[in-house]
């Protein structure tokens, strides 16, 4: 495939479907905006039930997805699949599906503007707004990739189940942890939730699962070359 045909492909499989989850996004947190959702009580509930131990707790699941740990974990594990596969197709898929999560996230977060829970907040609040969570997406992206990835190389159902376990409990927890320390209202973790999930799938589509959708009646185009 050529320069220009990959250039068209990565245009369709990765930045259309990038600049549309950014749009819904948007359009998301306009609406959520507009239309009273009542979320704020749950957040006063969960703030009035709150005791030293569920602090400590909610603390270390949030820092599971803290944005320099999710670099440096992606960082790490993009070159252990590299020394592992040979090859670079899961790293890229894997750096591609963070940092997708991260850029949609960037692009929207500012410009819907959403305030955060009327609580007291038990992390420094970032600049951006609340609206979605960057660290929920953020844990999907990275926890349900390297998951994604691993279940390729494995074919009993203990060992998937034993896999993805962990790789959804992490995004759960990371959001409750918001939820629970005042950082986020439940639509901003739920938004989160999807927009991490729509980025693995689509650069999974994109990038990892690429050459086993090719044709063998078509060699001459072929999967991309990532390693």
Same mark, same amino acid.
């Given at each position: 495939?050529?320069?220009?045909?990959?250039?068209?492909?990565?245009?369709?499989?990765?930045?259309?479907?990038?600049?549309?989850?950014?749009?819904?996004?948007?359009?998301?947190?306009?609406?959520?905006?507009?239309?009273?959702?009542?979320?704020?009580?749950?957040?006063?509930?969960?703030?009035?039930?709150?005791?030293?131990?569920?602090?400590? %707790?909610?603390?270390? #699941?949030?820092?599971?997805?803290? =944005?320099?740990?999710?670099?440096?974990?992606? &960082?790490? +594990? !993009? @070159?252990?699949?590299?020394?592992?596969?040979?090859?670079?197709?899961?790293?890229?898929?894997?750096?591609?599906?963070?940092?997708?999560?991260?850029?949609?996230?960037?692009?929207?977060?500012?410009?819907?503007?959403?305030?955060?829970?009327?609580?007291?907040?038990?992390?420094?609040?970032?600049?951006?707004?609340?609206?979605?969570?960057?660290?929920?997406?953020?844990?999907? %992206?990275?926890?349900? #990739?390297?998951?994604?990835?691993? =279940?390729?190389?494995?074919?009993?159902?203990? &060992?998937? +189940? !034993? @896999?993805?376990?962990?790789?959804?409990?992490?995004?759960?927890?990371?959001?409750?942890?918001?939820?629970?320390?005042?950082?986020?209202?439940?639509?901003?973790?739920?938004?989160?939730?999807?927009?991490?999930?729509?980025?693995?799938?689509?650069?999974?589509?994109?990038?990892?699962?690429?050459?086993?959708?090719?044709?063998?009646?078509?060699?001459?185009?072929?999967?991309?070359?990532?390693?």
């Amino acid at each position: 495939m050529s320069k220009t045909e990959d250039l068209k492909y990565y245009g369709l499989t990765l930045l259309s479907p990038m600049l549309l989850m950014a749009a819904v996004t948007y359009g998301a947190g306009q609406a959520v905006l507009a239309w009273p959702t009542g979320e704020a009580e749950l957040s006063r509930d969960l703030a009035a039930a709150r005791d030293p131990a569920w602090n400590t %707790a909610t603390d270390l #699941g949030s820092s599971l997805s803290d =944005t320099p740990y999710i670099v440096a974990l992606t &960082a790490v +594990v !993009a @070159i252990v699949f590299r020394l592992w596969f040979h090859r670079w197709r899961e790293s890229i898929f894997l750096i591609a599906a963070v940092w997708s999560q991260s850029l949609v996230f960037l692009a929207t977060t500012e410009v819907v503007g959403r305030h955060r829970p009327p609580v007291k907040h038990l992390d420094p609040a970032p600049p951006t707004s609340s609206f979605p969570s960057g660290h929920v997406s953020a844990a999907v %992206a990275f926890y349900c #990739g390297v998951a994604v990835v691993l =279940t390729t190389r494995v074919r009993s159902t203990a &060992a998937r +189940v !034993a @896999i993805w376990t962990p790789a959804v409990a992490a995004p759960l927890m990371v959001g409750f942890s918001r939820l629970y320390r005042g950082m986020h209202f439940l639509t901003d973790v739920m938004w989160g939730l999807l927009l991490g999930a729509a980025c693995v799938v689509m650069a999974a589509w994109s990038i990892l699962y690429r050459r086993a959708r090719t044709s063998p009646s078509h060699p001459a185009r072929t999967a991309v070359r990532a390693g």
